[in-house]
C-alpha cells in the first residue's frame, strides 16, 4: 500500500494535528520505488554532460538496486555494515543508497571533491566495509584504502553503461561486476528507527563528526518538502547541489522519490548558470533546491525568462538567509517563481520553511516551524523557552522525530553535549544557531555559537582546515575564519604564522592553498592567506578566531 506524508488543512490545523506514524516494518527502500502503484513511471532523468541522457523508471531502480544488494551480500555486506557512495549525480549513488537500506545496512554520502585526508577519516571513523567511488576519486581511495584496516572492497563507478565493467583502476571491482543476474531482493526486516544513513559534518573543533540517522530520516523531510513547493508536488525536481550532502538528499532528492515524482541527474562539476538554465528548462523542472551562491549566479543570467522555456514554479534555498533582492529577481525575472527560504541541519534538518500558501515571507526570515518537528528558542543551559523577541538557541524536541539524529558516531560525549533538557525533563537536541522567534512564530537567524564557516552552501569546520594547515613544515601557526564575501556569503581566510626565519610569501602562500585544496577539499582551501608575526590567543593558548573576524573587518 503506498503511503505518503500528508498536510491537510491550514497550516494552524496542521501543526496541531500532525502525528508521525510509520508503516510497520518501515524500510527506506520500499517507500522510495517499491511502494508506488505506476512503478513505470520515470524516477531518474539521468544528463550528462557530453549529451548522454538516460530514464530509469520506479520499476528500473527497484530491479537495478536488487541485483547489487545480491552483489554485496554476496561478497559479505550485511545488515550493519556500513558503505561509503563517493559518486555525483549518477544513478551509481542512488542505487547504492537503495542497496544498503534493502539489506539493512548503513550508507554514507560521502563528496567527490573530498581529497586523501578527508577521505581517509571518514572511511576510518565510520569503518566502511565497502565504498562505492567514482573514477575522479579513485586515486583518492586508493591512496588510503592500504591504511584501512575494514575496507574490504573498492567499488569503481566505471564512466559508461551500468553494463560496463570498462577497465577499472586496479585493485578495485567494477560496478557493473557487481550487478548479480538475480533482480529479485528481500527486503531486510526493518522499521523507521533503524540505523540508515551516517552523515559527516564538520564542527568549529577538532575531526569532522559522523551523525548517524534511521530509515525515518528522509519521509521526515517530507512536511517541509510540502510547503517550500507550494502543496502542488506533481513536477519534476533537480538541484546542482551534491549529491553527498543532506542539503540535496533530504531537501529535494528523497523526498521527490517519496511521492512518486522524477528526479534529474546531472554531474555538472563546478556550478555554471547558463547550464542550470538550460538544465531546467530540457526538463520541465518545476520545482528546484538552488544554495544562495547558485542564485546570485543566475541572477547575472540577462533575461532567462525570454531566452529558456522554463516550468519553474518554487526554489528552495537555505543556508544563509535570504535577501529580499533575490526574492525580487525570481518574481520579476522568473515570471513569479516563488523562492521560500528553509532551515536546518545535518544533525536535524528541514525544522523551518515558508510556504506562501500558508503565509507570506519575511525577508531574511526562515520562516515557520515545520508540522512534525517542535522548535522552541531555548535558555542551552537551562532548557527554558525564551519570551518572543528574546535570542537564544534553536533546538528541536528529540523524542518521536524522525529527522532529530539518533547519535554521533564513536562520540558519546558529543552527543550529550548537544542535548539540554527541559525543566519539564524533555530532551532537545541544541542546533548551536541562535536566533528567536516573532510575535507572529518567524524565525531569525543570528549567529552560530561556534565558528563554523558557511561558504557556498558548504559547512566547513575551521579546525580541520587549521590541522591540515599545520602540517606544513614552514607553518607555526594559524587561525581559520569566514569573511564576507559577496557571492559566496563567506570565503576562507587563514592568518598564518610562519616559523622563526621563514618569510610568508607567494610560495608558501600557493603551498598552503594547494595542501587544504589537495588533502581535504576543493571548497574547503582559504581564498586569502595573510601572513602575520603572531596570532591572537587566550590565555591557554588557544587562537581567538573571534579577534581575527573583527579585526579583519576593521581594516
Known amino acids: 500500500m503506498a503511503w505518503h506524508v500528508t498536510l491537510d488543512g491550514s497550516y494552524e490545523e496542521c501543526r496541531d494535528s500532525f502525528e508521525w506514524s510509520f508503516p510497520d516494518g518501515y524500510n527506506l527502500a520500499h517507500d522510495l520505488v517499491r511502494k508506488h502503484e505506476d512503478t513505470d513511471r520515470p524516477a531518474l532523468f539521468q544528463a550528462y554532460p557530453d549529451g548522454r541522457r538516460e530514464t530509469y523508471t520506479f520499476d528500473d531502480l527497484d530491479r537495478l538496486s536488487n541485483r547489487l544488494a545480491n552483489g554485496l551480500r554476496e561478497r559479505g555486506i550485511g545488515r550493519g555494515d556500513r558503505v561509503a557512495v563517493v559518486c555525483p549525480q549518477r544513478p551509481e549513488n542512488l542505487l547504492t543508497h537503495l542497496a544498503c537500506w534493502k539489506l539493512g545496512a548503513v550508507s554514507i554520502p560521502l563528496s567527490v571533491l573530498f581529497g586523501p585526508d578527508s577521505l581517509r577519516y571518514r572511511l576510518g571513523d565510520s569503518g566502511a566495509s565497502a565504498v562505492v567511488a567514482d573514477p575522479q576519486v579513485s586515486d583518492a581511495v586508493a591512496t588510503v584504502a592500504d591504511d584501512l584496516d575494514d575496507l574490504t572492497h573498492v567499488v569503481e563507478a566505471t564512466d559508461g553503461d551500468l553494463e560496463d565493467a570498462g577497465t577499472p583502476t586496479d585493485g578495485t571491482t567494477a560496478f557493473a561486476d557487481l550487478l548479480a543476474a538475480d533482480d529479485a531482493f528481500a527486503i531486510a526486516e526493518t522499521d523507521h528507527e533503524t540505523p540508515a544513513v551516517v552523515l559527516y559534518t564538520s564542527g568549529s573543533t577538532g575531526p569532522p563528526k559522523g551523525v548517524l540517522h534511521g530509515h525515518g530520516l528522509w519521509a521526515g523531510h517530507c512536511p517541509a518538502f510540502t510547503m517550500y513547493f507550494e502543496r502542488d508536488l506533481d513536477g519534476v525536481y533537480w538541484t546542482p547541489a551534491d549529491w553527498a550532502w543532506i542539503g540535496a538528499l533530504g531537501d529535494l532528492l528523497f523526498p521527490a522519490l517519496h511521492y512518486g515524482q522524477p528526479v534529474v541527474g546531472y554531474p555538472m562539476g563546478t556550478f555554471d548558470p547558463e547550464t542550470a538554465f538550460e538544465v531546467l528548462a530540457e526538463f520541465d523542472v518545476t520545482g528546484s533546491f538552488l544554495p544562495p551562491t547558485a542564485i546570485r549566479m543566475m541572477m547575472r543570467v ?3 525568462a525570454d531566452r529558456y522555456d522554463l516550468s519553474l514554479r518554487a526554489i528552495c534555498s537555505g543556508g544563509e538567509p535570504l535577501t529580499a533582492e533575490i526574492l525580487a529577481w525570481a518574481d520579476e525575472e522568473l515570471s513569479g517563481t516563488v523562492v521560500n527560504e528553509l532551515y536546518g541541519q545535518t544533525e536535524a534538518n528541514l525544522l523551518v520553511t515558508n510556504c506562501r500558501e500558508w503565509f507570506p515571507a519575511e525577508a531574511g526570515s526562515m520562516g515557520k516551524p515545520v508540522p512534525g518537528h517542535d522548535v522552541a528558542v531555548l535558555d542551552p543551559e537551562t532548557g527554558e523557552e525564551q519570551a518572543r523577541g528574546e535570542v537564544g538557541e534553536f533546538a528541536v524536541r528529540r523524542a518521536g522525530d524522525p529527522v532529530v539524529f539518533q547519535e554521533y558516531w564513536n562520540a558519546p560525549e558529543k552527543t550529550a553535549a548537544a542535548t539540554v533538557t527541559d525543566p519539564d525533563g524533555e530532551e532537545w537536541h541544541r542546533t548551536g544557531d ?25 559547512r566547513v569546520g575551521p579546525g580541520e582546515v587549521e590541522n591540515a594547515i599545520l602540517d606544513h613544515s614552514d607553518v ?20 598564518v604564522q610562519p616559523v622563526e626565519d621563514v618569510t610568508g610569501d607567494d610560495h608558501l602562500r600557493e603551498a598552503i592553498q594547494d595542501r587544504v585544496r589537495d588533502g581535504l577539499a576543493k571548497y574547503e582551501y582559504p581564498r586569502e592567506v595573510e601572513f602575520v608575526d603572531e596570532l591572537p590567543q587566550t590565555t591557554t593558548g588557544k587562537i581567538q578566531r573571534r579577534k581575527l573576524r573583527d579585526d579583519d573587518e576593521e581594516e
Open 302 to 304: 540577462d533575461a532567462p
Open 434 to 458: 541562535l536566533g528567536r522567534r516573532d510575535e507572529d512564530g518567524y524565525c531569525w537567524f543570528k549567529s552560530r555559537d561556534d565558528d563554523v564557516i558557511i561558504t557556498s552552501g558548504y
Open 476 to 495: 607555526a601557526q594559524v587561525g581559520v575564519v569566514g569573511v564576507p564575501d559577496e557571492t559566496r556569503g563567506e570565503r576562507i581566510k587563514a592568518f
